[in-house]
C-alpha cells in the first residue's frame, strides 16, 4: 500500500509540474522567492496480518483407484529357450541282485537249471556271465527221442577315460540230438548212428563310445570269429569285422549311419567252400514335424555285386499315437552251417551252401492309443535262392537243404492291450502266401501262425501266464514222393510263479494240453503234454 501510495504522489507532482510555467515565464511576471526545498513523506501504512489454517482431515479410509490399461502386444525377437529338466524327487531304486538261477525237472524226463551272473553297479567294468542246461529224454514212449543243450556265455565290458569302452564275449554251446524219425521197427542201424552233436565256440572284441562325445558321433568297431562242428566232420570257420557309425546332426534331430562289414566263412563236408561277404549301409534319416524320413542303400560283393535300396517314410498322426509308413530294403544273407543247423538240426551235413538275395517292400502303420498298442503289416518279399527242406530220398531221417526263387507275401498284425488292470494281452498273426518257381511247394515252410497270449497278476506275488498257438501245416513228401499237408497245430499252455520271499520264488510250467502231436519237421512229433516245475533264487 506504501508503494502504491507513492506512485499516486509521484504522479501527481509530475502532472503539477508539467503544469506549471516555466522560469523565464515566471521571472518575467513577478519575483519568486525560495524559503527551503521540499521535502515529501508517506504516513506509516496500517498493516494487515491474515493467518490462514487447513481444513480439519476426514477420515475416509484406504481411497479405491481404478486403473485402465490399454494392452499393447509388443514384437521381440529373441532366441528360443534351452529347455532342461528339472530336478526329480529321488526315488529309491529297486534292489540289485548278482545271482539269478531258475532250477526246475519235468516230463518226460527234463532237468533244467540256469545261473546268471553280473557284477551289479560299477562304473569301470561290466561282467555277465550265463550257464544253462535243458535236456529231455522220451525215449520210453519214442525211440530215441531226446535232446541235450548246453550253453555259457561271458561278457565284460571295461569303461575307458573320455567316454569310451572296451568290450569282450565268450561263447561256448554242445548240443545232442536224435534222429529218431524213422520207423520204430527199423532195426537196420545202430544207436550211435542216429546221434548228433554240435559243438560251437566263439569270441570277439569290440571298442565303443559309452557316452556322446563333442562330435556327436557313435561308433562301434569290432572283431568277431566262431568254429563250428558236427560228429559226422563237417566243420566251419567264421570271422567277421564290422564298423558302425552314427553321426547326429542338427541338434540330435537327424542322423547319418554307415555300417561297414566283412564277413569271411569256410564250410567243409567233403569238399572246402568259401563264402566271402563285403557290405557296406549308408543312410541318412530327418525329421520335420510330423514326417521322418530315411534315404539309402544296401551294397554287397560275395563274387558277384548287388545293390539294393534302403528308403521308409513314416508320417505320425493322431498326436504321435499312431505312425503310417512305407519302405523297401534289401541285402544279400550270408547262409552258413552253424545258422542252418541250429534252425533245424535234423539236416544232412554235406550240402551246398549259397547266399540268399532277399528284398521287402512292405507298408502298413502302427502305435498305442490308451491302453491298446497294435501293428498292421503287409512285405511283399522275393527271395533268391530261399532255402527249403525237404527229406532225403535215401536217408528220410535227415533232410536236404534245397534253394528256390520264392515270392513270399506276408499279413502281420499284433494287438496288445492293458485294458484290464494287472492283465496285459497279446495277439499275434502271421500269414504266408508262397510262390515258387522250380519247387511244386514250399518245403516245411507254414502258411500261419498265430499266437495268444496273457499275463496276469490276482494277488501280489503272484503271476498266471496262458498261451494258445495255433500253426499250419506245412507241405512235405512222403515215402512214395507225393506231395503232402502236414496237420495243423493247436498247442495249448500255461503257468505260473509265485514269488515266496524276495530271494526264493517257484514256478509251474504245463505245455501242450491238448497232447497234440504236431510235426514241425516230417516224422519227428513233438513230446506231447508236458510239465516242469521249479524255484527260482536270486541273491
Known amino acids: 500500500m506504501n508503494k502504491f501510495n507513492f506512485l499516486v504522489f509521484l504522479m501527481f507532482v509530475s502532472l503539477t509540474l508539467l503544469a506549471q510555467p516555466t522560469t523565464e515565464e515566471m521571472l518575467e511576471a513577478e519575483e519568486l522567492e525560495i524559503v527551503k526545498s521540499f521535502n515529501a513523506q508517506l504516513d506509516v501504512a496500517d498493516k494487515k496480518s491474515t493467518n490462514p489454517t487447513l481444513p480439519p482431515l476426514q477420515?475416509?479410509?484406504?481411497?479405491?483407484?481404478?486403473y485402465s490399461i490399454p494392452t499393447k502386444l509388443l514384437s521381440i525377437k529373441y532366441d528360443a529357450p534351452t529347455i532342461r529338466p528339472i530336478s526329480m524327487r529321488s526315488t529309491p531304486l529297486p534292489e540289485v541282485y548278482n545271482f539269478w538261477s531258475r532250477l526246475g525237472f519235468g516230463t518226460p524226463i527234463s532237468p533244467y537249471a540256469e545261473v546268471i551272473y553280473n557284477n551289479g553297479k560299477s562304473e569301470k567294468m561290466d561282467i555277465y556271465a550265463r550257464l544253462k542246461h535243458h535236456s529231455a529224454n522220451a525215449n520210453k514212449k519214442r525211440e530215441n527221442q531226446r535232446f541235450a543243450e548246453n550253453e555259457l556265455d561271458l561278457k565284460g565290458k571295461y569303461y575307458l577315460e573320455k567316454g569310451n569302452a572296451v568290450g569282450a564275449h565268450l561263447d561256448f554251446d554242445l548240443d545232442n540230438f536224435h534222429f529218431y524219425g524213422y520207423n520204430q521197427e527199423d532195426t537196420s542201424f545202430a544207436k550211435k548212428d542216429v546221434l548228433q552233436r554240435f559243438t560251437t565256440f566263439g569270441a570277439g572284441v569290440n571298442l565303443e563310445n559309452s557316452k556322446l562325445n563333442t562330435a556327436k558321433v557313435n561308433y562301434d568297431v569290432g572283431l568277431d570269429f566262431y568254429t563250428h562242428g558236427d560228429r559226422y566232420d563237417a566243420s566251419e570257420f567264421g570271422l567277421g569285422i564290422n564298423?558302425?557309425?552314427?553321426?547326429?546332426i542338427a541338434n540330435d534331430k537327424h542322423h547319418f549311419d554307415l555300417s561297414i562289414n566283412e564277413s569271411y566263412r569256410t564250410f567243409n563236408d567233403t569238399i572246402a567252400q568259401n563264402n566271402n561277404l563285403i557290405s557296406a549301409a549308408p543312410s541318412f534319416t530327418f525329421r520335420a514335424g510330423i514326417f521322418k524320413m530315411k534315404l539309402g542303400a544296401w551294397l554287397g560283393y560275395d563274387g558277384e555285386f548287388d545293390a539294393y535300396p534302403d528308403v521308409e517314410a513314416a508320417l505320425y498322426i493322431l498326436g504321435g499315437k499312431v505312425s503310417v509308413f512305407a519302405g523297401w530294403n534289401g541285402r544279400i544273407q550270408q547262409n552258413n552251417f552253424r545258422d542252418i543247423s541250429d534252425y533245424n538240426p535234423f539236416i544232412e551235413s554235406q550240402?551246398?551252401?549259397?547266399?540268399?538275395?532277399?528284398?521287402?517292400r512292405y507298408g502298413g502303420f502302427k502305435g498305442k492309443i490308451d491302453a491298446f498298442?497294435?501293428?498292421?503289416?503287409?512285405?511283399?518279399?522275393?527271395?533268391?535262392?530261399?532255402?527249403?527242406?525237404l527229406n532225403d530220398t535215401l536217408d528220410t531221417k535227415r533232410f536236404d537243404v534245397l534253394y528256390d526263387d520264392v515270392n513270399v507275401l506276408n499279413l502281420h498284425g499284433t494287438l496288445s492291450t492293458t485294458v484290464i488292470q494287472k492283465l496285459e494281452l497279446l495277439v499275434s498273426i502271421d500269414y504266408h502266401i508262397y510262390n515258387t518257381l522250380l519247387e511244386t511247394a514250399p518245403w516245411q515252410l507254414p502258411n500261419l501262425e498265430a499266437n495268444i497270449g496273457g499275463k496276469y497278476s490276482p494277488i501280489n506275488n503272484l503271476t498266471v501266464r496262458g498261451e494258445a498257438y495255433f500253426g499250419g501245416g506245412a507241405a512235405y513228401r512222403d515215402a512214395l514222393g507225393v506231395e503232402q499237408t502236414q496237420k495243423a497245430l493247436f498247442d495249448l499252455s500255461f503257468g505260473a510263479d509265485y514269488q515266496v520271499t524276495k530271494q526264493i520264488g517257484v514256478y509251474l510250467d504245463v505245455n501242450n494240453l491238448t497232447g497234440s502231436r504236431f510235426q514241425r519237421w516230417n516224422l519227428y512229433p513233438q513230446y506231447g503234454l508236458n510239465f516242469m516245475g521249479g524255484v527260482t533264487l536270486k541273491f
Open 351 to 360: 550240402f551246398t551252401l549259397q547266399n540268399s538275395r532277399l528284398q521287402n
Open 59 to 66: 477420515e475416509t479410509g484406504r481411497p479405491e483407484l481404478n
Open 243 to 248: 564298423v558302425d557309425l552314427l553321426k547326429w
Open 373 to 389: 498298442g497294435f501293428e498292421a503289416r503287409i512285405t511283399q518279399r522275393p527271395v533268391k535262392n530261399m532255402i527249403l527242406y
